[in-house]
C-alpha cells in the first residue's frame, strides 16, 4: 500500500523515483560490478548534491529537519535500483554527528553534508553474529591513540573517514571521527557475491587528534545504539526496493514466457507463491514505513527495529529465490538480471545482522512475558 | 522503553484518547466477569445481556449512521470499541445481524424493511444467521441452487443451505437465493432474501463441528412461502449488493489483537508446561511476534488509508490472509507450548485465566476456509493486484 505522506513528502518521494532510477538499475549495477567498484561515486555525488543526505540531519545543525521516514522513502529506491552507495551509512554517521553536542562534530558533519568527506560509521560486529567482535581499544590523555580491529565495514575503501566506536580505559565508550589516511590505519577488502565490499580496519596506534573524540560515555553509548538501529533500518528499507524490483522482474517474465502453450503465469502453483510473495512484501512496506515514523516520533522501541530487520531479510530472500525458481534456467545464468537482485539480497540479509541474529535480539528485548 | 506486543494498536489522537478512555473505564465496570475470557465458544443467548448493555450505552452500533441509532462512528473509534472489547476478554457480539445485514438494509431497503428489522437488531432481541453457502457452493458461491419462484406476492423457496453460523438460534436469515436458472453469467440470477426462520416448510439441523461444539447448522427449505416484500434490494440483484460492505467489517474480524490474544496464552501456558524454558519455542514465539508486528502495521495503514477512502482493492484479500494464518499458526505455537496437555480436552487452569489450547486450535482451522478460502484469496491477488493472467 502506498504510504500516507505530505504534499511535501510526495514531491520528495517523486524526486527520489526518478533520481535512483536515472542512476541505477541492473544494468548500471552489472558494470560496477563488473569493474569491481566499491561505490558508485557518481550516483553518490548526485545523491549528496540533491540534498538527500540532510534530509533527516535537524535545521539547526544545517540540515532540512525532515524525518527519517522521508529519508527511508529515498533508501527504498536506492534498494529498488540496485544502487552502490553509502545512503544508509552516510545518513547513520550525520545522525549521530547532529546529535553530538561537540563543537568538532559540527565540522565533520558539514564537510560530510557538503559532499567533501564522505563519513561511515566503523562499529564492532557484537550482535550481528560475530559475538567475539571486541570495539577497538582508546587510550586517552592529552591525545586518543586507537588500538584494534574492526571487520565487515561496508563501503571502507572509498570512504573518507570513519565513525569509530573504541572504549576507554575504564571500558567506557567512545566516539571518534578517524580519517582514512589517518597514520596507522589499515583497510583490507573483500568482495561480497553482489560485488559490493566488506572490509576489515586495522588501528595500529592510530592518533586522530585531540578533537577527534564527538561523543563520549552515555552520550556515546546513546549514539551508538541509535547508529546501528538506524543502520539496520536502513537497509530494511533497501531491502524492501530489492523484494519489490525482483517481483516485478518475474511477473513481467512469467506473463510473457510460454510453456505448455500459455504464459507460465496462468498456472495456479505460480500465481499462488506470487501472491504470497506480495503478502509478505506488503506487509513489510506498512511495518517499515511505521517503524521510521516511530524513529521520528521518538517512540521506536529497539525490538521493532529487529522485527524489522528479521522479516525484511526473511522476505528477501524468500521472495529472490522464488524469482530465480520462475525463471527456471535463465535464472540461473549470470547473464540474467534476475540474480543481481538475488545476490544482493543475499548480502543486504546478512548485513548488519541477519534473521537469526535480529530474531535473537528481538526475544532478548521482549523477553520479560515469555 | 517497556516492551509491549501491542504498542503499535494504538496512536490516538487526543480525541480518540479520549473516548478510548472513556470505553475502557466503561467496560470494565460494566462488561459481567462471567463473560470475560471464555475458553469455550459463546451462543447468542449467553451474549444477549452483553449486548443490551452495549445497546443500553449507545455503542453497540458504532458503524451505523445516528439516524439509525447508531454512532456514526470513525473507522477509528470502530477499531477502539473492539479493542477495548478484546482488551479485557469481553465477547464480541455477533455480526450477521449488526455489521453483515443491517449496513445493506440500510443501504437498500425499503422504508418498511428498515423499520421491521433494524430495531431487532439494535437491542439484540433477533439473532440473525446468513444463508450463502451451500453443499455444492462454497468459495464457489455464484454456483448457489437454492431456489426461489416468485408465485403472486409470494417467493416460494426450496433447497438447502449449509454451513450456517448460528443457524439454529437464529430468528431471521437473509439468504442468496437463485431467481433466474438461466442467467449467464452465473451470478446475475441470484436474489437477497430476507426470511423469517419460524416459516412453516424450514427444518434446522445443528452441525457439530470438529471443535465438539454445533456453531453451524444446515436449512431444509420445502415450499417456504416467503412475502414479496422480503426481497431486499432488486429481483436478481442480490450479488451486488451482497458484496457492497465487506471492506469495513473485515476490520472488525481481522484485528491483530485476535493473534496477540492466542500468543499471550501460548506464554502463559509455556510456564506450566516448561516450554517458556525451551530455546526452540522462544524462537518460534519471536518469529511470531515479529509477524504480529508487521501485521498490525498493515492492519493500522489500511485502516487510515480505508477511512480516507483510498484503500487498494488488494487489501481485503491480504487481511484475509495475514490474519488467518499468523492466527493459525499462534494457535499451533499454543498447543506446542502446552506440551503434554496440548490434547487435553478440559481447560487448564492457568494463573491468568482457564485456557483450552486444542479448542482455540480448532477455531482457528475456521479462518482459513470461512468467507473465501484462502486460496480463492491468493486468486484474486494473482488476477487483481499482480495482473496475471488466467
Known amino acids: 500500500m502506498e504510504p500516507i505522506l505530505s504534499e511535501q513528502q510526495s514531491l520528495l518521494r517523486d524526486s527520489a523515483v526518478r533520481l535512483c532510477a536515472n542512476l541505477g538499475g541492473p544494468k548500471r549495477a552489472r558494470q560496477l560490478r563488473n569493474d569491481a567498484v566499491e561505490t558508485d561515486r557518481e550516483a553518490w555525488g548526485e545523491i549528496v548534491k540533491a540534498g538527500w543526505l540532510a534530509t533527516a540531519v535537524p535545521e539547526q545543525a544545517g540540515g532540512l529537519g525532515m524525518g527519517m521516514f522521508d529519508l527511508s522513502l529515498a533508501m527504498e529506491e536506492a534498494g529498488r535500483q540496485l544502487l552502490m552507495v553509502p545512503l544508509v551509512e552516510a545518513a547513520a554517521a550525520a545522525w549521530a554527528l547532529a546529535h553530538a553536542d561537540r563543537q568538532s562534530s559540527k565540522r565533520a558533519l558539514n564537510e560530510a553534508l557538503e559532499g567533501k568527506r564522505l563519513l561511515v560509521p566503523a562499529l564492532a560486529q557484537a550482535g550481528w553474529g560475530l559475538e567475539d567482535s571486541a570495539p577497538p581499544k582508546a587510550r586517552t590523555g592529552t591525545s586518543v591513540v586507537l588500538e584494534g580491529r574492526l571487520r565487515f565495514v561496508p563501503f571502507a575503501a572509498t570512504a573518507d573517514g570513519f565513525l569509530v566506536a573504541a572504549r576507554d580505559g575504564r571500558k567506557e565508550p567512545l566516539l571518534c571521527v578517524v580519517p582514512r589516511d589517518a597514520k596507522g590505519l589499515c583497510v583490507e577488502s573483500v568482495p561480497n557475491v553482489d560485488g559490493s565490499t566488506s572490509s576489515e580496519i586495522t588501528l595500529d596506534g592510530v592518533s586522530p587528534g585531540a578533537d577527534a573524540i564527538v561523543a563520549r560515555s552515555d552520550k556515546a553509548r546513546e549514539l551508538m545504539a541509535a547508529m546501528r538501529d538506524l543502520l539496520a533500518l536502513g537497509v530494511s528499507a533497501e531491502l524492501l526496493g530489492v523484494s519489490n524490483a525482483a517481483l516485478d522482474m518475474t511477473l513481467q517474465y512469467i506473463k510473457l514466457r510460454q510453456q505448455f502453450g500459455k504464459p507460465l503465469g496462468s498456472f495456479q502453483a505460480l500465481q499462488h507463491r506470487a501472491a504470497s510473495c506480495f503478502v509478505d512484501i506488503e506487509l513489510n512496506r506498512s511495518l517499515v514505513y511505521r517503524v521510521f515514523s516511530a524513529w521520528d516520533a521518538a517512540q521506536c522501541h529497539p525490538a521493532m527495529v529487529s522485527a524489522t530487520k528479521a522479516r525484511a531479510s526473511r522476505t528477501a530472500l524468500e521472495v529472490t529465490r522464488t524469482a530465480l525458481q520462475m525463471h527456471g534456467a535463465i535464472g540461473y545464468t549470470d547473464e540474467h538480471d534476475i540474480g543481481l537482485y538475488y545476490k544482493r539480497a543475499i548480502t543486504l540479509a546478512a548485513l548488519y545482522g541477519n534473521e537469526l541474529n535480529h530474531t535473537t535480539r528481538f526475544f532478548k528485548l521482549t523477553a520479560q512475558g515469555a | ?390
Open chain 2, 1 to 390: 522503553m517497556k516492551w509491549d506486543n501491542t504498542a503499535l494498536f494504538s496512536d490516538d489522537n487526543p480525541a480518540d484518547a479520549a473516548f478510548r478512555h472513556e470505553v475502557r473505564a466503561w467496560m470494565e465496570l460494566a462488561c459481567p466477569k462471567e463473560l470475560r475470557n471464555r475458553p469455550s465458544r459463546i451462543t447468542p443467548p449467553e451474549v444477549r445481556p452483553w449486548h443490551r448493555l452495549l445497546h443500553e450505552r449507545g455503542w453497540i452500533a458504532p458503524h451505523w449512521p445516528r439516524e439509525y441509532g447508531g454512532m456514526g462512528a470513525t473507522l477509528t473509534q470502530q477499531i477502539i470499541l473492539v479493542e477495548e472489547m478484546s482488551r479485557i476478554g469481553a465477547p464480541t457480539p455477533f455480526p450477521h445481524g449488526l455489521s453483515f445485514i443491517a449496513p445493506i438494509i440500510i443501504k437498500v431497503g425499503t422504508p418498511e424493511q428498515k423499520a421491521k428489522h433494524l430495531p431487532g437488531i439494535l437491542t439484540g432481541d433477533m439473532t440473525w444467521c446468513q444463508g450463502y453457502s451451500e453443499t455444492g457452493a462454497g468459495s464457489d458461491l455464484a454456483s448457489l441452487k437454492t431456489r426461489a419462484v416468485l408465485q403472486g406476492d409470494h417467493f416460494v423457496v426450496n433447497g438447502h443451505k449449509m454451513w450456517t453460523t448460528n443457524g439454529h438460534y437464529a430468528d431471521w436469515m437473509f439468504a442468496l437465493v437463485r431467481t433466474d436458472p438461466d442467467a449467464k453469467p452465473r451470478h446475475a440470477g441470484i436474489s437477497l432474501l430476507l426470511l423469517d426462520m419460524k416459516s412453516a416448510g424450514i427444518a434446522v439441523k445443528p452441525i457439530r463441528t470438529i471443535r465438539g461444539d454445533a456453531e453451524f447448522a444446515e436449512e431444509f427449505f420445502d415450499n417456504v412461502r416467503v412475502p414479496r416484500e422480503n426481497l431486499l434490494g432488486e429481483l436478481n440483484g442480490g450479488w451486488r449488493i451482497s458484496t457492497l460492505l465487506l471492506g469495513g467489517e473485515r476490520f472488525a474480524t481481522s484485528h491483530p489483537r485476535n493473534a496477540a490474544l492466542l500468543l499471550n496464552r501460548a506464554r502463559q501456558v509455556a510456564k506450566i508446561s516448561g516450554a517458556a524454558q525451551d530455546p526452540a519455542f522462544l524462537q518460534q514465539l519471536a518469529v511470531l511476534e515479529t509477524d504480529l508486528l508487521a501485521y498490525t502495521a498493515y492492519y493500522r495503514h489500511g485502516a487510515a488509508l480505508q477511512a480516507a477512502g483510498r484503500a487498494p482493492e488488494s487489501m481485503s484479500a491480504v487481511i484475509k490472509i495475514a490474519a488467518g494464518e499468523l492466527s493459525q499458526r499462534a494457535s499451533e505455537l499454543l498447543v506446542q507450548a502446552a506440551g503434554p496437555l496440548g490434547p487435553r480436552a478440559v481447560d487448564i487452569e492457568t494463573q491468568a485465566e482457564p485456557l483450552n489450547p486444542a479448542e482455540d486450535m480448532f477455531e482457528m482451522r475456521r479462518v482459513s476456509v470461512g468467507g473465501g478460502a484462502l486460496e480463492v484469496q491468493r486468486n484474486i491477488l494473482a488476477k487483481r493486484a499482480l495482473d496475471l493472467p488466467s
